[in-house]
């Protein structure tokens, strides 16, 4: 820390910085909280930063800083505002403030965040400064930081059996300097632990997996409050964040059936269809979310009926607990490990969710049906994203058109899945029945897709999509006489998932949906059916077609985690950390 005597001598500080450091200016007589500070000047998601005394900039800022800083040593000096006519929200007419402001009116965001009962003030005079001093000595920042460490709306499992102690858990960590990456690895490793306890077979075995399931969720939510207890937001975390929760549940799923399978009973058609199922019920989450989170003029009548619910306390919970959360959901699947078998674990969570997912998606169209908004290009663009249309698709898309109409694109959608899916099902296995579908599933598809998905169910499109695949695959493995062709279909249902996951937080990050190069390789939606399909004709014998799942599986694996990987670590990654999905 370096004090200067004028604004003049402060311009000509910073210009000595590195460039690649972050700065920042407080006023001398500023007064406040240590957390309102670190609020305001620690946080790494943004460029620029401000709270009343005081200013930060990271390196992309600093440029636009050090200009307005120089513009600003006259006008300071003569007391004038910094931009004529310009004064901050909360009339803060210190040289952090006034900065603040020229850096909003040239076009760099100033993120100022919500201190509430935190103090942060630069008095003027003695009463000002004693009345500052008693707001300070009346609020515990430690105990306000606690509080804050927590996630604002989570489930009933998480506020009331978890985060009363993982909180403490997480200031722990803190104090002895772990960073929430590490936190969120040993909540994996825990979880792989418990996967592998589960694939024992013995009572011992899952009553251990239960208790370390348990243990792996108590990390999982240490992870996220240890990031916003001090700050420590990163691209590497969002991506861990974001990602190892759903390979923990289904290396969770995988072991389970495998300690099944050693006394006797096969649940792996079980096993996939929870995955697959728990799978479709976030893309449900997802394409909806991003179809509406900026759509324009939102006046459902739904809507208001969920907002006046808010306001009675005890809705509110059994609304949470009803979609079936992560929190609830581990903690059944643990219990129920820990005391009954795998294949009635499975018979749980395919009930529950199931449930779970009827109820959310029925409020998502009486909310898109009565709604009057506008849907903007951003969102459709992220619909036709997460659509995840190949080269087939895409094909079909450049040559045809679907019929005009608000509702043509979900109904070639479900129309195109539920054929793909009956012919996997009902179609003699081992027939080319089954990839003529695949086939007219593609060109359907590419119908969906050749317009502008801006409809009011048009969010529908991606979920009929992610069901139509997985189910698909599913029911294609559950019918081969191939030895462990559903373990096969399981590994690559999972790399498939993974690759839908890692689009959904690359949209929500802001950075847009993978390459195209990447969606080519992989396929699409469509032409990863197709060759299923074809593969499970060609295959009808031996265990071929095991075999060609697992080949399959592997290279999708490789080619989207290598990209995933690069594009996570990288400096194009958005530095966030994901709050995460109820469900």
């Known amino acids: 820390m370096t004090a200067a005597a004028d604004a003049g001598q402060a ?138 460490a927590v996630k604002a709306h989570d489930g009933f499992f998480t506020t009331f059996f978890i985060s009363p102690y993982s909180r403490y858990i997480a200031r722990w960590c803190a104090r002895r300097g772990l960073t929430p990456n590490q936190v969120t690895t040993a909540s994996l490793i825990t979880a792989l632990i418990a996967a592998g306890s589960a694939a024992t077979g013995t009572r011992g075995g899952y009553v251990a997996a239960g208790v370390l399931l348990l243990l792996s969720f108590v990390l999982d939510c240490t992870d996220g409050q240890l990031a916003r207890y001090s700050l420590q937001y990163s691209t590497m975390g969002a991506w861990l964040d974001a990602t190892f929760d759903r390979a923990k549940e289904y290396a969770y799923y995988a072991g389970l059936a495998l300690g099944a399978a050693r006394g006797g009973d096969d649940v792996w058609v079980l096993a996939l269809g929870a995955m697959v199922l728990q799978a479709c019920r976030h893309v449900v989450d997802f394409s909806f979310n991003e179809a509406n989170h900026d759509a324009v003029s939102n006046t459902s009548p739904t809507a208001a009926l969920s907002d006046r619910l808010d306001s009675v306390g005890w809705t509110v919970w059994a609304r949470r607990m009803i979609v079936l959360p992560i929190g609830e959901r581990w903690a059944m699947i643990a219990v129920l490990t820990a005391l009954t078998t795998p294949r009635i674990v499975f018979y749980a969570l395919l009930v529950g969710c199931a449930l779970a997912a009827c109820y959310t998606t029925a409020g998502r169209l009486l909310r898109s049906l009565t709604r009057k908004a506008r849907r903007t290009d951003r969102a459709m663009r992220a619909l036709a994203d997460l659509a995840d249309s190949g080269p087939l698709a895409q094909g079909v898309a450049a040559v045809l058109r679907r019929p005009k109409g608000g509702y043509t694109a979900p109904l070639l959608a479900l129309v195109a899945g539920a054929l793909m899916v009956a012919a996997a099902v009902f179609a003699p296995f081992g027939g080319w029945l089954v990839v003529g579908a695949a086939v007219l599933y593609a060109v359907l598809a590419g119908l969906a897709v050749s317009r502008p998905l801006g409809g009011a169910l048009d969010w529908l499109v991606p979920p009929a999509f992610r069901a139509a695949e997985y189910c698909a695959i599913l029911a294609l493995a559950a019918r081969s006489d191939a030895p462990h062709a559903v373990p096969a279909a399981f590994g690559l249902v999972s790399a498939v998932a993974y690759h839908h996951y890692d689009t959904v937080y690359r949209i929500r990050g802001g950075t847009g949906a993978p390459p195209q190069w990447l969606v080519r390789a992989v396929g699409g939606h469509e032409g990863r059916t197709l060759v299923v399909a074809v593969l499970a004709a060609l295959l009808t014998t031996g265990s071929g077609f095991t075999t060609a799942l697992t080949v399959l599986a592997a290279a999708v694996a490789l080619v989207v985690l290598v990209e995933s990987i690069r594009f996570w670590v990288s400096s194009s990654a958005p530095a966030v950390h994901d709050e995460g999905e109820l469900a």
């Open 11 to 148: 311009a000509e500080l910073l210009a000595t910085v590195p460039a690649d450091q972050r700065v920042a200016l407080v006023d001398p007589r500023f007064v406040g909280h240590v957390h309102a500070l670190r609020l305001g000047l620690t946080d790494p998601r943004f460029d620029a930063a401000a709270l009343p005394g005081a200013l930060t900039a990271r390196p992309a800022a600093r440029g636009a800083l050090l200009r307005a800083l120089r513009r600003a040593v006259v006008a300071v000096g003569s007391g004038s505002p910094v931009a004529p006519g310009s004064e901050s929200a909360a009339g803060d007419r210190t040289v952090p403030g006034r900065l603040a402001v020229a850096l909003d009116a040239e076009g760099t965001p100033v993120q100022r965040p919500e201190l509430g009962s935190l103090t942060a003030a630069v008095p003027t005079g003695p009463d000002e400064r004693a009345a500052a001093q008693a707001s300070l000595a009346a609020v515990d920042d430690e105990a306000i930081r606690l509080r804050s």
